[in-house]
């Protein structure tokens, strides 16, 4: 993982092709249990902001911004293409915890983003909304 994340951060295009095929190798692995699971399940410990009988919110390792954290579904989708229409009801609950905990700390504004799939740099595969903000965003993402 943290040579994911460094990759992730990395310019170079040698880097760039590493990080393709980590990220990759991640997706080959998606069915299986992974970091998040175990957070849910409190094996690992984080730094919860919120968290309800649906949905856990916590803080992310490797900020991309002065506040980043993470919102995702107790029961485990491993990614957004996966949800079907039974998971209409947490997919909103997602959406409206992200909201309710960037109104508290960001009322500037701020980014909401779900990374799927390879090219869309997913490399945990355990659905995750990210929450970005605190500085001023620029459009478009790398
Ligand atoms: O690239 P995607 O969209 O899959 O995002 C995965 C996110 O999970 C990244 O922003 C990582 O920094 C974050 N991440 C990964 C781990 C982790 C975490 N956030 C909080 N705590 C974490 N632990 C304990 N372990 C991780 N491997």
Request: contains cysteine; charged residues 25%; proline residues 5%.
């Amino acid at each position: 993982f943290a040579s994911l994340t460094g990759l992730l951060q990395s310019q170079s295009a040698e880097k760039e092709n590493e990080m393709v095929k980590a990220l990759r190798e991640a997706k080959k692995n998606q069915s299986g249990r992974n970091i998040f699971d175990s957070i849910v399940e409190k094996q690992i410990k984080v730094d919860v902001l919120y968290e309800d009988d649906h949905c856990m919110a916590f803080k992310d390792v490797n900020p991309q911004a002065p506040t980043h954290f993470l919102v995702i579904p107790k029961t485990r989708i491993q990614m957004l293409e996966q949800a079907t229409d039974e998971h209409e009801s947490i997919l909103g609950k997602l959406l409206l915890t992200a909201k309710r905990l960037a109104n508290e700390r960001l009322p500037n504004g701020y980014r909401v983003v779900i990374n799927n799939g390879p090219e869309g740099c997913q490399s945990v595969y355990y659905l995750h909304v990210h929450v970005i903000g605190g500085r001023q965003l620029t459009w478009p993402p790398g």
